[in-house]
């Protein structure tokens, strides 16, 4: 039996001691009773104070007048007194949720890999930075190497004589990165400032290189329609920035799974150089300007209307995401 009491006396001493060091671990409200309150902050204003209880920070969401609390006792060690009252809001207007951590789920398939993060900065402005590699994936830019050799025939003078031709053409993915940085203006519920509709101004900036490789000459025996043998490489690198304008909804599933998905307009600038290198005399080749024309009209990040006859600054934006909230 006094084993069972000392055993008994051990484990309450150690719940008490996680109880409280759980207790401590979140931000706390100091009445002016004395009385100390764990809780997840939501909002302070003149008035009252949004939080949830410590040990449900998802809800419900509770209120206590202002008056009554004497100070705030923030886990990180700081403290804010409210009396007398500042007239200064707190920068504390969040849930206890203000980080996410998202995967690019179209980078499966777009030649990239994608990750974001965000961080609540208040009840209505989150902010995202977005970033991604190119070339470790399949790149959906990216052609098929082909090559051919025909034996052929001319007639020179009544004199049919043979010769041979050759083409072969060889690509390699694009290599390099692109960015997406903005803030998410929330349109929903603030209480849940992870979760609902959001306005996004964002810039956009991508830049990248690719490389082709041409060989082919033929031995014609008519010295006009002669091609001497050629093995030229092509170094395209790319550069585009815009800023574009997003509508989208981010839902958390089990308050911590999520999923957002958005589309945009803007406008965006590129800009693109191509050198060319005769391998055979090791020679740079001059590219004159009319021949530098953009190959492709998927950027990685947003698509180019480039496509529908000539350069257009209006491009379309779009994205789908998974993440984590903490």
Not at 71 to 79: H, L, Q, T
Not at 229 to 248: C, E, K, V
Not at 291 to 304: A, L
Request: net charge neutral; aromatic share 14%.
């Amino acid at each position: 039996m006094k084993q069972f009491i000392a055993m008994r006396h051990i484990f309450l001493v150690i719940l008490s001691w996680c109880m409280f060091g759980h207790l401590q671990a979140q931000d706390q409200l100091e009445l002016t009773t004395g009385e100390l309150k764990a809780a997840w902050l939501v909002e302070v204003n003149e008035k009252e104070i949004l939080y949830y209880a410590q040990e449900n920070q998802q809800g419900p969401l509770l209120r206590i007048p202002t008056q009554r609390v004497r100070m705030i006792r923030f886990k990180d060690g700081g403290n804010q007194s409210l009396q007398p009252w500042t007239g200064q809001e707190l920068p504390r207007a969040q849930t206890g949720l203000k980080n996410l951590l998202a995967w690019d789920l179209l980078s499966v398939g777009f030649g990239y890999v994608g990750l974001s993060y965000q961080r609540v900065l208040s009840p209505r402005i989150r902010v995202e930075v977005h970033a991604a590699l190119l070339g470790l994936t399949s790149d959906p830019n990216y052609r098929e190497p082909y090559s051919w050799f025909r034996s052929l025939q001319a007639d020179i003078n009544g004199v049919t004589i043979p010769y041979t031709a050759y083409r072969s053409e060889e690509y390699e993915p694009s290599e390099g990165f692109f960015l997406k940085v903005g803030p998410k203006l929330h349109l929903g519920n603030p209480e849940k400032a992870l979760q609902g509709p959001y306005f996004q101004p964002q810039l956009l900036l991508t830049r990248y290189q690719r490389s082709q490789r041409i060989r082919g000459g033929n031995n014609h025996p008519d010295p006009l329609a002669r091609q001497d043998p050629l093995d030229i490489r092509s170094d395209f690198q790319y550069t585009h920035a815009g800023l574009a304008t997003n509508l989208g909804y981010q839902h958390l599933f089990f308050d911590r799974l999520s999923f957002d998905i958005y589309l945009g307009l803007g406008l965006a600038v590129s800009n693109w150089q191509e050198e060319e290198t005769n391998l055979l005399t090791g020679e740079a080749i001059t590219v004159p300007t009319e021949e530098v024309w953009p190959r492709y009209v998927f950027r990685y990040n947003h698509i180019g209307f480039d496509a529908f006859g000539g350069l257009s600054p209006v491009i379309f934006n779009f994205g789908l995401q998974m993440g984590w909230a903490f």
